[in-house]
């Protein structure tokens, strides 16, 4: 089932998804972002096909 969200998220960086075997970059730097106190999670991006680590974004 697709959903769509109209809430804006603010990229904090890419990871190519070629990455080495037992390698997980991009979890490991939403890790730390959250560790900050950021709310970073890992998407994939399909279409250009690189992981990107992305956060919600609070507009007022």
Not at 15 to 36: H, L, T
Request: proline fraction near 8%.
């Amino acid at each position: 089932m697709a959903t769509t969200s109209t809430q804006d998220r603010t990229v904090l960086e890419r990871f190519p998804a070629g990455g080495p075997r037992g390698s997980w970059p991009a979890e490991e730097y939403a890790a730390a972002q959250r560790a900050q106190g950021t709310n970073a999670q890992v998407v994939m991006d399909l279409p250009s096909d690189p992981f990107l680590v992305v956060t919600d974004t609070t507009s007022q």
